[in-house]
């Protein structure tokens, strides 16, 4: 791999999931930028928030661009939901590597939501029909930026580890395949 593969979507659409998977699989550097944030600035994404999201935003630039230096290797790199959508995060990932957008349907990302709605500071208080509206209307706000991607995979199959395997054979043969 060559160049870095940049996996882009909403919340839960399992960015970190597919990522872990395929950098197990197909042996390359994999990481999770929120958590590479967090190592780089000494506090968690929810006190990066607490400070303002302009902070946050201003961190999470800084992280993507120490991601593209010359001297690290090519990796895959999960972004959080909201780096496509922020200054030209989009435009940088586009011309700096591959941008896929994983895209998991409605009723799954949904149960995702539910599931760790708790571990979301912007879902945490929300009931079923909020959370439904909350995602319509971010979701609606964001699509823009990501139909930027240069690329989609269907991420909707990763419940179980055979899920994940056979989603992590998929994304390996689509785009590690002397793709890059």
């Not at 303002?52 to 661009?65: C, N, V």
């Not at 439904?132 to 199959?157: C, G």
Request: hydrophobic share 40%.
């Amino acid at each position: 791999m060559r160049r870095p593969i940049f996996l882009i979507g909403y919340m839960a659409s399992g960015k970190t999931t597919l990522g872990r998977a395929v950098s197990h699989d197909a042996g390359i550097d994999f990481v999770d930028l929120d958590d590479y944030i967090v190592e780089r600035e000494g506090m968690s994404v929810s006190e990066l928030f607490a400070r303002g999201e302009e902070l946050f935003r201003d961190a999470e630039r800084r992280a993507l661009m120490s991601l593209l230096q010359p001297d690290r290797p090519a990796a895959l790199i999960a972004c959080g939901g909201g780096t496509p959508c922020f200054g030209d995060n989009m435009d940088l990932m586009n011309t700096s590597g591959l941008t896929v957008l994983l895209e998991a349907d409605n009723d799954t990302l949904f149960n995702r939501l539910k599931l760790f709605r708790t571990q979301r500071p912007l879902l945490r208080d929300l009931d079923d029909k909020a959370l439904v509206e909350f995602v319509e209307r971010s979701m609606a706000a964001r699509r823009p930026h990501y139909e930027k991607a240069a690329a989609r995979f269907d991420s909707s199959h990763l419940e179980t580890e055979a899920e994940i395997a056979e989603s992590s054979r998929r994304f390996i043969n689509t785009f590690l395949t002397d793709k890059q």
